[in-house]
Nanobody, 125 residues
Framework: QVQLVESGGGSVQAGGSLRLSCAAS????????MGWFRQAPGKERELVAAIIWSGGTTYYADSVKGRFSISRDNAKNTVYLQMNSLKPEDTAVYYCAADYRGSQIATDTWRYEYWGQGTQVTVSS
């Protein structure tokens, strides 16, 4: 049974930081590219950061470049999202997702086979 379990969400004031974690089980983690998506109320789910299965390539949405950093620890089957300089517009439910050995980073939700349950991030001004 595949499980992706996010943690680390919460409430923070603007300018603060949070670190999200996503622990995977039931998959060969090192074979999967991992993405962090977010969805705010009334908006579509969007990719904010991703890291390819080999770890050599990352992607960031323009809105988070320079503030967010994605990393992975294959020994711990975990992907992280370090979020700094948070803004109220970063408020959303954040989801991690797994894409099996894509040759390039996928930005579309349908490319990802497995999803976590989501963790709420709330940034107050």
């Amino acid at each position: 049974q595949v499980q992706l379990v996010e943690s680390g969400g919460g409430s923070v004031q603007a300018g603060g930081s949070l670190r999200l974690s996503c622990a995977a089980s039931g998959i060969v983690f090192s074979y999967y590219s991992m993405g962090w998506f977010r969805q705010a109320p009334g908006k579509e789910r969007e990719l904010v950061a991703a890291i390819i299965w080999s770890g050599g390539t990352t992607y960031y949405a323009d809105s988070v470049k320079g503030r967010f950093s994605i990393s992975r620890d294959n020994a711990k089957n975990t992907v992280y999202l370090q979020m700094n300089s948070l803004k109220p517009e970063d408020t959303a439910v954040y989801y991690c997702a797994a894409d099996y050995r894509g040759s390039q980073i996928a930005t579309d939700t349908w490319r990802y086979e497995y999803w976590g349950q989501g963790t709420q991030v709330t940034v107050s001004s």
